[in-house]
Each structure stands twice: as C-alpha cells, then as structure tokens.
C-alpha cells in the first residue's frame, strides 16, 4: 500500500507513476463444456487493486481542484479506495459514505489512506442502502455547497476513464491473439454504475471495426436482487454489482446485446473454483466467471471470450473467503 506521495519519475506520466492501468490480459481455463479461447482482464493489478482507480483519476485530476478541497462520494468499497488514494497524493480531504455492508478491509484501507467514513444504517425502501447513501450525500453537498461531488452515477467521465480498458484489450488482441472472419469477439462485464460496462464497450464497438472478425457481443451481467435490467430490487450480499437504481445515468443500454443474471450463491462459487486455477477474485468477478460459464454452449472454437474481471479477493477475506461468513449468510460451505 502507498501512504506517502509519489515521486514522478523521469519521462513517466503521473499516470503510470499512480499504478493506473495497463493491467495484464491472461488466458483462462475453459469449463468442461466450453469452447474458443477464453481470456480475463484483471483489473486487480491496478494499484489499489480495483478497475476503480481508473475512473477516481479521470474524475479527479479533471476537475482540477484545489489542495485542501473536500471530496464525497457514496461507495460500496472499491471507488472509496481508489478515492482515497487518488485524493492523497492530489492533497485533497475525501469523504466517503459507505454502509453496514462494506467489508472491513475496505474500510480499513479508506482510512488508512486517510479518508473520513460515514456509515448510514438505515435501510431504504429497495431493501439495500445505496438510496439512503446518496440521500446522505445530497444532504451534506447541501450544507457543504463547496464540496466536490464525484457522483460516479451519473458523471460523464466515468464511463470515459474505462475507455482505455478496450484500448489495452485491442493492443493485446493485436500481438498476441490471432484473429480471422469466422471469429466472435464475446465481451462480458458487470454492471453497476454502468461507467465501467458502458465505456469500455463503446470503445470496443469504435476499435473492432479494425479488427479481421465476424462481430463483437457485449454481455452484461448483473445481481439477482438488482433493479437494472427492471428485476424487483432487494438485499443482495454480492457488492460491486447491481444496484437499487433502475436506469443508472451512465449506463447506455443500446452497448448491450444479452444480459445474464446471477445469483450470490452462483458468484460466490465462481471465486471458489477460480481460486482452485491460482485466479484470487472478488465478487464481482465471480459473478462474471458464472455468466460466461451459464453462456458457454454458445460459444465456438474459433471465438474469443473476454471477462473482465473488476478486482481482487484481497478485500473480501473477511466475507467471501470467509467460512464463517457464509454460514451467518446461509450459504454452502466451500473449499478454497
């Protein structure tokens, strides 16, 4: 973990200096009755460990704020990092609005990279908390008119910093994929605030044409209990994906061409049976892992599956990885 600023090395970009991106794309195991070649976009080697970093730049160092600004967002985990130490090495005091669900590493690291946690507890009327965070940030936005307001929902620079995912997949396809006609480019990614999914897919739409294959699908997968794709909104355990919000801002559903459901149970599974190949996930990523292996009868030899897996399982020893959790949430047991 950095806790100090970062020296900007000769002929780097604070970019690369701040670990943001060029995160590795790796071939994965295929199940039992799948085919075409599969490959996972492991945003986990983003410094911080999330895809999230990228969007807490592009927000950040755009609005150009002055040191000693505050910054609020309302974050279920991984945003809140990459806020908080985005926000460090900017000079900036970060506030973040979290909720009874955020894992203790999480929290943990926020303040460690010294942002100020305000938990809310009161669960509002989807069943989760994501409602009443926002509502807590619209109120202190309101007592605090100078505060800067990330608000990844609905900022249009969201989506835009995940561009450059599509960006480096493209790059890695063209030296070290070989591609003809006949193939199927799958693209799979979950979804939530709809910046990371809408983004990375309109670039891949853009930089495809490019590309010698037959066409490019753009699966989008979500949480049973999310209110996205129109499902009834409820408590989910799953976070990072899903929401309580039925038509987030920044989610362009027209990228879309299938969307796949997945349970917590489904997801949680996935990490397991990744972590058996050496793959340390969290959810999220697991819950992509499950859409593909739920799509796989439609794949064929000559097509290429991407996942693009969100983070890491570092932060979610505490839940998913954790015996002990799963029991309290009436879960399986499973086996690292």
């Given at each position: 973990m950095i ?10 970009s604070?970019?690369?200096c ?7 794309l790796?071939?994965?195991?295929r199940s039992a009755t ?18 999230k ?5 592009k ?12 910054v609020?967002e309302s974050?279920?985990?991984?945003m809140g990092v990459a806020l908080?130490y985005?926000g460090r ?8 609005v979290?909720?009874?669900?955020l894992?203790?590493?999480?929290g943990i690291?926020m303040?460690?990279?010294?942002a100020t946690t ?5 669960i ?5 908390y994501?409602?009443?965070?926002l509502?807590k940030?619209?109120?202190l936005?309101?007592e ?7 608000n990844q929902?609905?900022n249009?620079l969201?989506?835009l910093?995940f561009e450059s995912i599509a ?6 396809l063209?030296k ?10 799958w693209y799979?990614a979950?979804?939530?605030t709809?910046?990371s999914?809408?983004?990375?897919a309109?670039a891949?739409?853009r ?20 209110a996205?794709?129109?499902r009834p909104?409820?408590?989910?355990n799953l ?8 038509q987030p801002?920044?989610?362009q ?8 459901i997945v349970s917590?149970?489904?997801a ?6 990744l972590?058996?190949a ?7 990523s ?8 739920k799509?796989a009868?439609?794949?064929v ?5 991407i ?7 570092r932060?979610?020893e505490e839940?998913?990885?954790?015996p ?13």
């Amino acid at each position: 973990m950095i806790l100090h600023p970062v020296t900007i090395k000769d002929g780097a970009s604070t970019e690369e200096c701040l670990g943001v991106g060029n995160t590795p794309l790796v071939a994965m195991p295929r199940s039992a009755t799948g085919t075409g070649r599969w490959y996972a976009k492991l945003e986990s080697h983003n410094e911080m460990g999330s895809m999230k970093l990228r969007s807490a730049y592009k927000i950040l160092t755009e609005a150009q704020l002055r040191v000693g600004s505050t910054v609020i967002e309302s974050t279920s985990g991984n945003m809140g990092v990459a806020l908080a130490y985005v926000g460090r090495q900017l000079g900036l005091r970060v506030i973040l609005v979290t909720d009874p669900k955020l894992s203790p590493s999480h929290g943990i690291e926020m303040r460690q990279l010294g942002a100020t946690t305000i938990q809310v507890t009161t669960i509002d009327k989807t069943g989760g908390y994501l409602l009443t965070r926002l509502k807590k940030v619209e109120t202190l936005c309101e007592e605090h008119p100078d505060w800067f307001w990330v608000n990844q929902y609905s900022n249009p620079l969201n989506p835009l910093a995940f561009e450059s995912i599509a960006i480096e997949i493209v790059r890695d396809l063209n030296k070290n994929v070989h591609l003809h006609s006949n193939t199927t480019l799958w693209y799979f990614a979950s979804v939530s605030t709809g910046g990371s999914l809408s983004g990375s897919a309109r670039a891949l739409r853009r930089l495809c044409r490019r590309l010698p294959i037959k066409e490019l699908r753009i699966v989008a997968v979500d949480a049973e209990g999310s209110a996205i794709f129109g499902r009834p909104a409820r408590l989910r355990n799953l976070n990072g994906i899903g929401s309580s919000l039925n038509q987030p801002p920044n989610l362009q559903r027209s990228l879309i061409d299938d969307v796949v459901i997945v349970s917590d149970a489904e997801a949680f599974a996935a990490c397991y049976g990744l972590r058996h190949a050496d793959f340390y996930v969290g959810g999220s990523s697991g819950a992509v892992w499950a859409a593909i292996h739920k799509k796989a009868h439609h794949f064929v030899a000559q097509d290429i599956v991407i996942a693009l897996f969100p983070d890491g399982g570092r932060m979610y020893e505490e839940t998913i990885y954790s015996p002990a959790w799963l029991r309290q949430k009436g879960f399986p047991e499973l086996t690292p």
